[in-house]
């Protein structure tokens, strides 16, 4: 599982460290993609799979649909991580998540988010929840 929040920065080559404890779930190999809010997620291999056989399941008919599909590959890129624990961030990914040298890396579970440290900062739990909607919602999904 993973999680967890680290602190980091990229490097001159756009390269950062991703977290050790996350190193041996994603392996040598992942992908990384756009996230949903100004961040972006880099997804196990394995998790990956299993997802592009749900993505395999919407009705190409469906316009939302197609865009989502759209929204996710074409900004989905595959990496690898080197022998000191380093991926390069593709500059067009990084111009999408504001990230210009230090960022915020948090385990969420399945997946792991990429934040520019300062946005992260701005609305800390990366979205515009406040504690009462977070207990709501603890509540709603029984969690």
Known sequence: MLMGTY???????????????FRDELGGRCVLTRGLDDCLEIYPMSTWN???ED???LPRSDEKARAYLRYTYANAVECDIDKQGRTV?????REVAHIEKDLVTIGMRDRIEIWARDVYEQDRNGGKLTAEDLAVIGDKYQV
């Not at 602190?7 to 404890?21: T, W």
């Not at 961030?89 to 990914?93: A, G, M, S, V």
């Open 7 to 21: 602190q980091n920065s990229i490097d001159a080559k756009n390269r950062f460290s991703v977290p050790a404890k």
């Open 50 to 52: 299993k997802q592009e």
């Open 55 to 57: 993505f395999a399941r």
């Open 89 to 93: 961030l593709p500059q067009f990914l």
